[in-house]
C-alpha cells in the first residue's frame, strides 16, 4: 500500500481508457465505485456523454476535459487510492463556488480517517476543515482551526475571507 497519493494542480492522464486511468490508483475499484464518485464530484453528466462511459479513452493530454473537470478527475483517481496521507493542489481551481464547495465536502468525507493536506489560493469551504496553516512567500504566517483565524481581525486567514466576501 502506497503511503500517500497526489492530485497535482496539472493531471496527466495516460493513453488508456478512463477505467485504465483511475485504477492506477487502485485496482481492486468497481466500476460502480468509480461511478458514484465521479457523480460525487460533479462529472456524471459528463461520463454520461462518452461514447464507451469509462471504457472511452481520453483525446491526447485530457483536452477534451475542461480544467475543471480534468482536475476532478484527478482527485478522483487521488481519492479511490487507500493512502492514508492525501496531497491535493489546487483541487477547485476554476470551479464556481457551489461546484467547489460539492467536491470539498466529498473530499472530506472520503478522507476522514486519514490525513488531508490541500493546498489552495482560494479561501472558500475553508472553514469546513480542521486546522489551516496559512504561507505567504514560503514562509508561515500562521496556524490554527478556521473559526480561531476567523476570531482574529488581524489575521492573513480572516483578511481573505473578507477580500472574497466583498
Known sequence: REAFTVAPQDIHLFVASYRENLQLANPETSD?????????????????????????????????LSGGQLRRFGVARALLSSAPIVLLD??????????ALQVLDEIRQRCQGRTLLLVTHRPIGLVRLDRI??????????????????????????????????
Do not use: C
Request: no cysteine.
Open 90 to 99: 489546487e483541487p477547485t481551481e476554476g470551479l464556481d463556488e457551489t461546484t
Open 133 to 166: 496553516a496559512v504561507l505567504d512567500a514560503g514562509r508561515l504566517q500562521e496556524m490554527g482551526t478556521p473559526q480561531a483565524l476567523l476570531a482574529k481581525p488581524d489575521s492573513y486567514f480572516s483578511a481573505l475571507n473578507r477580500r472574497i466576501a466583498l
Open 32 to 64: 460502480d465505485e468509480m461511478i458514484e464518485l465521479l457523480e460525487a464530484l460533479g462529472l456524471g453528466h459528463w461520463l454520461a456523454e462518452q461514447p464507451a462511459g469509462l471504457d472511452s479513452y481520453p483525446d491526447e493530454g485530457g483536452s477534451s
